[in-house]
C-alpha cells in the first residue's frame, strides 16, 4: 500500500486532534437544559407543606374590608409563612395598631430578640398585631429559623425588602415598624429590643397600647 507523504501526514494527524477537540469544547444541549431544568426545579419547589405544618407559624391577618388608610404599604403584596399564599399588608394590617418585626435567617441580633417579640405578642393578645418580615429570599431557612427558635408568630417573606423600602428604613437588621390603625407609620425603630418590657414599653409610647 502506498503511503502518504511525511508533509500530509501531519496535516491529517493536524485535522483530527482539531476535529477531537471541537467535540470536546461543544456545547450539549441536553446537559444545559438539564441543569437549567433543575434549577428551575429547585427554585419552584420552595417550601414543602411538612415544612410549613412543622413550623406551625400562626396564619397571617385577614384582609379588613374598608380599613385601609394613608399606608406606605399599600400595594404591597407578600406571601405569608404560614401557608405560602398571598398577603397585601395595607389590608391585612389595617383597623389595628401593628408591630413589623423585619429580620433575616442569618441576622445574630434577629435571632436575640423574635422569641420576645412572641412573649410581648402573648402578652398584648388582640390589641396588636405582631407580624415578622423575613427580608431576605430564601423561605426555607426564614421557617426553620423560627422552628429552631420556637416562635409561632405570624409571618411573611419579603424577598426583595420592600417593606424596608417602602418606609425609608436603611439597609440594616432588625427593624420594627410601628404602625397606627390607619396603616400610617408612627415610628421605625433601627434597633433590636432588649427585652418584653422593652417592646411594651416603646409600644405604650409610640401607639398608646399597654401590655
Given at each position: 500500500?502506498?503511503q502518504l507523504?511525511v508533509a ?6 493536524g ?10 469544547l ?11 431544568d433543575?434549577g428551575e426545579?429547585?427554585r419552584?419547589a420552595?417550601?414543602s ?9 400562626a ?11 394613608p399606608s406606605?404599604?399599600?400595594g404591597?403584596?407578600?406571601g ?6 398571598t ?6 394590617l389595617a383597623?389595628?395598631p401593628a ?12 435571632a436575640?430578640?423574635l422569641p420576645?417579640l412572641q412573649q410581648?405578642?402573648?402578652r398584648?393578645g388582640n390589641a396588636?398585631?405582631?407580624l415578622t418580615?423575613?427580608?431576605d429570599?430564601?423561605e426555607?431557612?426564614?421557617i426553620?429559623r423560627?422552628?429552631g427558635?420556637?416562635v409561632?408568630l ?6 426583595d ?5 417602602a418606609?425609608g428604613?436603611p439597609?440594616?437588621?432588625p427593624?420594627?415598624?410601628l404602625?397606627r390603625a390607619?396603616?400610617s407609620?408612627a415610628q421605625?425603630l ?5 427585652g418584653?418590657?422593652?417592646i411594651?414599653?416603646t409600644?405604650?409610647?409610640?401607639l398608646?397600647?399597654?401590655?
Amino acid at each position: 500500500m502506498r503511503q502518504l507523504p511525511v508533509a500530509w501526514r501531519w496535516a491529517l494527524a493536524g485535522l483530527i486532534a482539531v476535529v477531537a477537540l471541537a467535540v470536546a469544547l461543544w456545547p450539549r444541549g441536553r446537559d444545559t437544559d438539564t441543569t437549567a431544568d433543575n434549577g428551575e426545579q429547585a427554585r419552584s419547589a420552595g417550601v414543602s407543606e411538612q415544612q410549613r405544618v412543622a413550623a406551625d407559624l400562626a396564619a397571617c391577618p385577614l384582609p379588613v374590608p374598608g380599613a385601609v388608610g394613608p399606608s406606605p404599604l399599600a400595594g404591597i403584596t407578600v406571601g405569608c409563612l404560614a401557608d405560602g399564599k398571598t398577603v397585601e399588608l395595607s389590608a391585612a394590617l389595617a383597623g389595628k395598631p401593628a408591630l413589623l418585626n423585619l429580620w433575616a435567617y442569618w441576622c445574630g441580633p434577629c435571632a436575640q430578640e423574635l422569641p420576645y417579640l412572641q412573649q410581648f405578642a402573648q402578652r398584648a393578645g388582640n390589641a396588636i398585631t405582631v407580624l415578622t418580615v423575613h427580608s431576605d429570599p430564601d423561605e426555607a431557612k426564614a421557617i426553620s429559623r423560627l422552628t429552631g427558635l420556637d416562635v409561632k408568630l405570624p409571618g411573611v417573606l419579603d424577598a426583595d425588602a420592600r417593606v424596608r423600602t417602602a418606609v425609608g428604613a436603611p439597609a440594616v437588621l432588625p427593624i420594627s415598624v410601628l404602625l397606627r390603625a390607619d396603616g400610617s407609620v408612627a415610628q421605625v425603630l433601627v434597633r433590636a429590643f432588649s427585652g418584653v418590657d422593652d417592646i411594651a414599653n416603646t409600644v405604650a409610647r409610640e401607639l398608646g397600647v399597654a401590655a
